[in-house]
């Protein structure tokens, strides 16, 4: 009722401002005349009310008995009255919302018919708190609701009102407050109010569930809702409609979503399995960035118990929960996708990195889901049996279900000593490195010790903004995979189809491919072996340092077999500055393409880059030597970045810098991804005189390591609201596929006003450890040269993956056997000009890149030109 309501019921507490002691100026009301006085006594006496000083209780009690005794033909000109008092003394608002709600119980009818659109509109002054206004307007539509009376202008007045207070034209982005969640308990207890377009309505329900800062019993009224459209729709149309809306949600905002979704699960009881899960996903079989995305957010999905509406049928005892069903599914379906054992290894190995670096009720869900895997999964003993050294290692005197599932393994295994050799070897790759621990603080094991890894124990979905990919996002899958801006899923907020309908999904909005899911080609693709190191590029006025960087793309092996079937998407809303972009970086996608046909093809020792220089801006075809780094940023930027599958799949990860305050221990994140990581290299001066010299790992050791910053960085503590000692460090908490990394050797010298550039020795090593991830070199841009401004670059690589050849020196034109003590550190006269500039690494946990597939109109138009050069 809503006077229960008005005094502080337990369904919501109206505030109520006490009066002011400065009466506010009398402002006439528009619905009445400034001459007209109150008639009746009555309306005087609760005129007065709005007047006087005194405790809110006795101003509700005195107008709640004055209000009883009157009659229904004194309705008109209390609402009068009230309306004004409304208007005139912002600070009595409540008391007219609460003479209001006594009136619609008293003479509801009467009411109805006075509170006109114009009236119920000069309810929400800005001024005031809307929430007890919106809660008005849930009782009159509920009271409407009751003598059978549309309230389609109530739920009408408070959408409007929402919008406008938010800034939004879009009602599923006003953000959660109060009088919001008082529009969803109008649309479940008044259903006239409901908006015409059930779309609308499902979709904002939706959406809402799946806002991470919306208190959870706010969200039961949409969850009901949900629930109602599905037993509407029926079986199985509604078992498909609600998964949809469920991945959907989860693919718009893969960073910040609720695991209050899973909730949404409850009425589908067992019918969630992967033949009802194909249609949803076959669009996204091709790309597993986009799969091991979706399974890492729900991986970080703590199971929830059933909110009690009394109305969805309980759950059975002791059975999964309904998100593990789902993943169960889901893990099903992802074992019939081409390259299935890839897939499948890199989602269990994500669940064990969850379950053996983070505590809590999230790492024991994680080992139970592991085990259900296991045991009702399908059966997978080459998937799971590699991975037992992982899981020893991660896993042991973790859990019960941890036990048990290692015990399930152990007696499939049946080691012989030859596996329990190889288990030692692979139990190396697990180990933590020097300079990788990070040191024990309130908050648990952060990064380090022998459990190494690559996500925070703070991490999950949805709290204050941040998203820690746990086992690394599994980036040693396919690159960093956080899927934003609908890159994986669907794009916005259009009809999802039925399971009728499995083409058209929302959910097959990957770019096109040149394979077509079943693991056989189109007949419009030609397939490309990748090859080792056999062709030059010609240095055209100056242009080393471009070919440096596109030999580095070339034996890229994932970007090569990616490259050809991007297509680069303009941005939703584009600006013009966006616009002009998108047209530069699809002349960009297109002659790489091209240049990366041309490099796998030809038959000749080297070939050129003169069409591709053609796509970049002015200064790279002026002569003029240009940074190698710059170059690769301002490639990768014109490919999309972090924001479209080709780099995000390849070369992007994502970093999360810390501070923690050192007096109450609160820990603040800010998150960034990144496509190449910059080490700084220390003086060569200081390297000379001490005789170590660094390798790549202790300086991306050091990147990470935790520092205390001394009393004169003091930082203000939100915590303590006073400026502290803070420790600060970063961790890698979805590391990338390929780690591009640069090593800083150019500096500003302000004494000389010019760029100099550190020859410091570094010992590049081979293989770089990142948390159980491991890392092998396969590509590394020299430059030669005595200053920063003059000299030259070539490269030393290989294929990334598979390269029987092994290392050629690429220098412009010339491909010849490499000189690998170049990457060893060394300090002699010879070599100190010398030095490793870009370093590309390849994790070796990521699967294996399937072969190139060109297109038969680059592969015939490359031909062409081979043939033409031929002749001349």
């Given at each position: 009722?809503?006077?229960?309501?008005?005094?502080?019921?337990?369904?919501?507490?109206?505030?109520?401002?006490?009066?002011?002691?400065?009466?506010?100026?009398?402002?006439?009301?528009?619905?009445?005349?400034?001459?007209?006085?109150?008639?009746?006594?009555?309306?005087?006496?609760?005129?007065?009310?709005?007047?006087?000083?005194?405790?809110?209780?006795?101003?509700?009690?005195?107008?709640?008995?004055?209000?009883?005794?009157?009659?229904?033909?004194?309705?008109?000109?209390?609402?009068?009255?009230?309306?004004?008092?409304?208007?005139?003394?912002?600070?009595?608002?409540?008391?007219?919302?609460h003479m209001l709600g006594e009136m619609i119980m008293l003479h509801p009818v009467m009411v109805f018919q006075?509170?006109?659109?114009?009236?119920?509109?000069?309810?929400?002054?800005?001024?005031?708190?809307?929430?007890?206004?919106?809660?008005?307007?849930?009782?009159?539509?509920?009271?409407?609701?009751?003598?059978?009376?549309?309230?389609?202008?109530?739920?009408?007045?408070?959408?409007?009102?929402?919008?406008?207070?938010?800034?939004?034209?879009?009602?599923?982005?006003?953000?959660?407050?109060?009088?919001?969640?008082?529009?969803?308990?109008?649309?479940?207890?008044?259903?006239?109010?409901?908006?015409?377009?059930?779309?609308?309505?499902?979709?904002?329900?939706?959406?809402?569930?799946?806002?991470?800062?919306?208190?959870?019993?706010?969200?039961?009224?949409?969850?009901?809702?949900?629930?109602?459209?599905?037993?509407?729709?029926?079986?199985?149309?509604?078992?498909?409609?609600?998964?949809?809306?469920?991945?959907?949600?989860?693919?718009?905002?893969?960073?910040?979503?609720?695991?209050?979704?899973?909730?949404?699960?409850?009425?589908?009881?067992?019918?969630?399995?992967?033949?009802?899960?194909?249609?949803?996903?076959?669009?996204?079989?091709?790309?597993?960035?986009?799969?091991?995305?979706?399974?890492?957010?729900?991986?970080?999905?703590?199971?929830?118990?059933?909110?009690?509406?009394?109305?969805?049928?309980?759950?059975?005892?002791?059975?999964?929960?309904?998100?593990?069903?789902?993943?169960?599914?889901?893990?099903?379906?992802?074992?019939?996708?081409?390259?299935?054992?890839?897939?499948?290894?890199?989602?269990?190995?994500?669940?064990?990195?969850?379950?053996?670096?983070?505590?809590?009720?999230?790492?024991?869900?994680?080992?139970?889901?592991?085990?259900?895997?296991?045991?009702?999964?399908?059966?997978?003993?080459?998937?799971?049996?590699?991975?037992?050294?992982?899981?020893?290692?991660?896993?042991?005197?973790?859990?019960?279900?941890?036990?048990?599932?290692?015990?399930?393994?152990?007696?499939?295994?049946?080691?012989?000593?030859?596996?329990?050799?190889?288990?030692?070897?692979?139990?190396?790759?697990?180990?933590?490195?020097?300079?990788?621990?990070?040191?024990?603080?309130?908050?648990?094991?952060?990064?380090?010790?022998?459990?190494?890894?690559?996500?925070?124990?703070?991490?999950?979905?949805?709290?204050?903004?941040?998203?820690?990919?746990?086992?690394?996002?599994?980036?040693?899958?396919?690159?960093?995979?956080?899927?934003?801006?609908?890159?994986?899923?669907?794009?916005?907020?259009?009809?999802?189809?039925?399971?009728?309908?499995?083409?058209?999904?929302?959910?097959?909005?990957?770019?096109?491919?040149?394979?077509?899911?079943?693991?056989?080609?189109?007949?419009?693709?030609?397939?490309?072996?990748?090859?080792?190191?056999?062709?030059?590029?010609?240095?055209?006025?100056?242009?080393?340092?471009?070919?440096?960087?596109?030999?580095?793309?070339?034996?890229?092996?994932?970007?090569?077999?990616?490259?050809?079937?991007?297509?680069?998407?303009?941005?939703?809303?584009?600006?013009?500055?966006?616009?002009?972009?998108?047209?530069?970086?699809?002349?960009?996608?297109?002659?790489?393409?091209?240049?990366?046909?041309?490099?796998?093809?030809?038959?000749?020792?080297?070939?050129?880059?003169?069409?591709?220089?053609?796509?970049?801006?002015?200064?790279?075809?002026?002569?003029?030597?240009?940074?190698?780094?710059?170059?690769?940023?301002?490639?990768?930027?014109?490919?999309?970045?972090?924001?479209?599958?080709?780099?995000?799949?390849?070369?992007?990860?994502?970093?999360?810098?810390?501070?923690?305050?050192?007096?109450?221990?609160?820990?603040?994140?800010?998150?960034?991804?990144?496509?190449?990581?910059?080490?700084?290299?220390?003086?060569?001066?200081?390297?000379?005189?001490?005789?170590?010299?660094?390798?790549?790992?202790?300086?991306?050791?050091?990147?990470?390591?935790?520092?205390?910053?001394?009393?004169?960085?003091?930082?203000?503590?939100?915590?303590?609201?006073?400026?502290?000692?803070?420790?600060?460090?970063?961790?890698?908490?979805?590391?990338?596929?390929?780690?591009?990394?640069?090593?800083?050797?150019?500096?500003?010298?302000?004494?000389?006003?010019?760029?100099?550039?550190?020859?410091?020795?570094?010992?590049?090593?081979?293989?770089?450890?990142?948390?159980?991830?491991?890392?092998?070199?396969?590509?590394?841009?020299?430059?030669?040269?005595?200053?920063?401004?003059?000299?030259?670059?070539?490269?030393?690589?290989?294929?990334?993956?598979?390269?029987?050849?092994?290392?050629?020196?690429?220098?412009?034109?010339?491909?010849?056997?490499?000189?690998?003590?170049?990457?060893?550190?060394?300090?002699?006269?010879?070599?100190?000009?010398?030095?490793?500039?870009?370093?590309?690494?390849?994790?070796?946990?990521?699967?294996?890149?399937?072969?190139?597939?060109?297109?038969?109109?680059?592969?015939?138009?490359?031909?062409?030109?081979?043939?033409?050069?031929?002749?001349?």
């Open positions: 009722a809503l006077g229960a309501q008005s005094r502080g019921g337990s369904v919501t507490a109206w505030s109520s401002h006490a009066a002011s002691p400065v009466m506010e100026a009398a402002v006439p009301y528009s619905g009445c005349s400034a001459s007209m006085a109150p008639a009746s006594a009555l309306a005087m006496e609760l005129r007065r009310l709005f007047l006087v000083l005194g405790p809110d209780e006795q101003r509700w009690a005195r107008a709640s008995e004055l209000l009883r005794q009157g009659s229904a033909g004194d309705v008109v000109e209390i609402i009068g009255v009230v309306l004004e008092g409304v208007v005139q003394f912002p600070s009595s608002h409540d008391l007219g919302m006075s509170l006109t659109p114009t009236r119920l509109n000069d309810l929400f002054n800005s001024s005031n708190d809307p929430v007890p206004a919106a809660a008005l307007l849930h009782a009159l539509a509920c009271g409407k609701e009751h003598h059978r009376i549309s309230a389609e202008q109530e739920g009408a007045i408070l959408q409007s009102v929402l919008l406008r207070a938010s800034g939004q034209s879009d009602l599923r982005r006003v953000a959660a407050s109060p009088a919001r969640a008082w529009l969803c308990r109008m649309w479940l207890d008044s259903p006239s109010s409901r908006p015409h377009d059930r779309h609308l309505l499902n979709t904002c329900c939706a959406r809402w569930i799946a806002d991470p800062d919306a208190p959870q019993p706010d969200k039961v009224p949409c969850l009901i809702l949900m629930r109602q459209e599905f037993e509407r729709r029926g079986r199985p149309e509604g078992d498909a409609w609600t998964l949809t809306m469920l991945l959907e949600q989860v693919c718009r905002d893969p960073i910040r979503h609720s695991s209050d979704l899973q909730q949404m699960l409850w009425p589908l009881g067992n019918a969630v399995n992967a033949a009802l899960l194909k249609p949803l996903l076959h669009g996204m079989a091709d790309d597993q960035g986009r799969l091991i995305t979706l399974w890492t957010c729900l991986c970080v999905w703590e199971p929830q118990p059933q909110l009690q509406d009394s109305v969805t049928p309980q759950w059975p005892h002791g059975a999964a929960s309904p998100v593990h069903k789902l993943m169960l599914a889901v893990f099903t379906l992802f074992s019939h996708f081409v390259a299935a054992n890839d897939l499948c290894r890199t989602c269990l190995l994500t669940l064990a990195t969850i379950a053996g670096t983070r505590s809590g009720h999230v790492a024991v869900a994680a080992a139970e889901l592991l085990l259900l895997l296991h045991r009702e999964g399908p059966l997978l003993n080459a998937v799971w049996m590699p991975l037992l050294p992982a899981f020893e290692h991660l896993l042991a005197d973790h859990s019960q279900a941890a036990t048990e599932l290692l015990a399930r393994l152990r007696t499939v295994s049946a080691p012989s000593p030859a596996l329990s050799q190889a288990r030692s070897m692979r139990m190396s790759e697990f180990g933590s490195s020097p300079g990788f621990s990070m040191p024990q603080t309130n908050e648990g094991r952060l990064f380090g010790g022998s459990s190494a890894a690559c996500v925070s124990n703070d991490a999950n979905v949805g709290a204050a903004g941040d998203f820690h990919n746990p086992g690394g996002g599994f980036a040693a899958g396919y690159g960093c995979t956080n899927g934003f801006d609908g890159t994986f899923g669907s794009p916005g907020d259009h009809h999802m189809p039925t399971l009728s309908q499995p083409n058209a999904s929302a959910f097959c909005t990957a770019p096109p491919s040149i394979n077509n899911g079943s693991g056989s080609m189109d007949a419009d693709a030609v397939a490309v072996p990748f090859r080792d190191c056999h062709v030059g590029l010609q240095n055209t006025n100056n242009t080393c340092y471009m070919n440096s960087f596109v030999q580095a793309l070339f034996l890229t092996n994932r970007f090569v077999s990616r490259i050809f079937s991007f297509e680069l998407r303009l941005k939703a809303n584009a600006s013009k500055v966006d616009q002009e972009d998108f047209h530069k970086g699809a002349k960009i996608v297109g002659m790489l393409k091209k240049q990366v046909a041309k490099m796998a093809l030809t038959g000749h020792k080297h070939t050129d880059i003169m069409e591709l220089l053609q796509a970049y801006p002015d200064h790279y075809r002026s002569g003029e030597q240009q940074d190698v780094t710059e170059t690769i940023r301002f490639t990768f930027d014109m490919l999309g970045g972090f924001e479209q599958p080709l780099i995000r799949e390849v070369f992007a990860g994502e970093l999360s810098e810390k501070t923690q305050c050192q007096n109450c221990r609160m820990v603040k994140s800010r998150s960034e991804t990144f496509s190449d990581l910059v080490l700084p290299v220390p003086k060569e001066r200081d390297v000379l005189s001490s005789g170590v010299v660094p390798t790549t790992q202790a300086l991306l050791d050091q990147r990470l390591r935790f520092e205390q910053l001394d009393g004169e960085n003091l930082i203000f503590c939100e915590g303590c609201q006073q400026n502290t000692r803070v420790g600060k460090w970063c961790e890698i908490v979805s590391p990338p596929a390929h780690l591009c990394i640069c090593l800083s050797r150019f500096a500003y010298d302000v004494e000389k006003g010019d760029l100099s550039k550190e020859k410091t020795p570094v010992m590049v090593d081979g293989l770089l450890q990142i948390g159980p991830f491991t890392y092998e070199l396969y590509h590394a841009i020299i430059h030669t040269g005595k200053t920063a401004t003059s000299g030259h670059y070539y490269a030393i690589g290989k294929r990334s993956e598979c390269s029987p050849n092994g290392w050629a020196m690429m220098d412009d034109s010339q491909v010849k056997p490499a000189d690998m003590s170049l990457l060893h550190g060394a300090m002699t006269e010879k070599q100190i000009d010398d030095n490793p500039y870009v370093l590309f690494y390849r994790c070796q946990q990521a699967p294996p890149t399937p072969a190139a597939c060109l297109p038969r109109q680059f592969h015939m138009a490359v031909q062409q030109e081979e043939a033409n050069r031929q002749e001349s």
